[in-house]
């Protein structure tokens, strides 16, 4: 092994800050030139989110740097591994895409320095008690309900979209109990983003055959069976030995619609495709 290098690209609060973004390691073995970028980008549910975190990829793609730093490290390496956190979700919203690949910056930093200027106005013992700095560290990074897909519109907008989602959120946890996976994947940002060519030009993106890993409820575990069923079943979705569907609805968080988070990608030069072979992708 040699020829290790690493860079680290910030896309958190102003650029700045690590609460997300990505880290790359590269290395050489045996003349196979090796790239690892592991990532957290940015949450919640909607398309705004969304082309947040394909903005926030193409901002890593441009950070971080080894070899030769004229280049996207993705161009240099005879393969390159994008794995993490990346909060693409399931969405069954068919008519609102994002409308880029990459945000503008200056329009981001433009957008702190006026809610800084709003929280100055209103006061020093405002700005003492919450500023742009200490509202972004003590956020719960997915409180309340992320399920807009657009802006709730009034009274009855407002209860349709929530109808909406409850029943988009039903029909998930019925695939989940079903082990459709192929049918949450078929509604899955990464996947619809990736053939649109938004993002990751070039990447594979690993399929789980297992339940979604997002949102998942603190020590509650669906576990394999040793075999499958009689119905081919190979989870078990039994957790508290009554309905599946309701075991599952007491795994996942209420507010959120069970979705692939975590997930691995790779790419490989032309001449090297076909030298990967993926044994297992399994949840942890």
């Not at 880029?100 to 981001?108: A, C, D, G, H």
Request: proline share 5%; with cysteine; charged share 30%.
């Amino acid at each position: 092994v040699s020829g290790v290098e690493f860079s680290v690209e910030n896309t958190g609060f102003l650029h700045l800050f690590p609460n997300k973004g990505g880290i790359l390691v590269t290395l050489h073995v045996d003349g196979t030139r090796l790239a690892f970028i592991s990532c957290h980008l940015t949450a919640h549910e909607g398309v705004k989110h969304c082309e947040e975190r394909n903005a926030s990829i193409a901002e890593i793609f441009g950070g971080v740097r080894a070899g030769d730093e004229r280049f996207d490290v993705s161009e240099q390496f005879h393969h390159v591994f994008w794995m993490g956190d990346m909060n693409y979700r399931t969405t069954y919203d068919t008519k609102h895409m994002p409308s880029s690949t990459k945000k503008n910056v200056k329009e981001l930093n433009a957008a702190a320095k006026v809610k800084e200027d709003a929280q100055t106005k209103a006061g020093p013992s405002a700005a003492k008690k919450e500023t742009p700095l200490t509202a972004v560290l003590n956020e719960d990074p997915e409180s309340g309900s992320d399920s807009d897909e657009e802006p709730a519109g009034k009274g009855g907008d407002k209860e349709k979209k929530k109808k909406e989602w409850k029943e988009q959120h039903r029909r998930t946890m019925e695939m989940v109990v079903g082990e459709k996976w192929s049918d949450i994947l078929a509604l899955d940002e990464l996947n619809r983003e990736i053939a649109a060519e938004r993002v990751l030009n070039g990447f594979t993106a690993l399929q789980p055959s297992f339940p979604p890993t997002f949102k998942r409820t603190r020590q509650a575990v669906i576990l394999p069976t040793h075999s499958a069923d009689a119905k081919g079943k190979k989870w078990d979705t039994r957790l508290d030995g009554n309905d599946p569907l309701h075991s599952v609805a007491t795994f996942y968080h209420p507010k959120r619609i069970p979705s692939f988070t975590d997930r691995i990608l790779f790419k490989s030069q032309p001449t090297f495709r076909g030298n990967l072979r993926n044994y297992f992708f399994e949840s942890c």
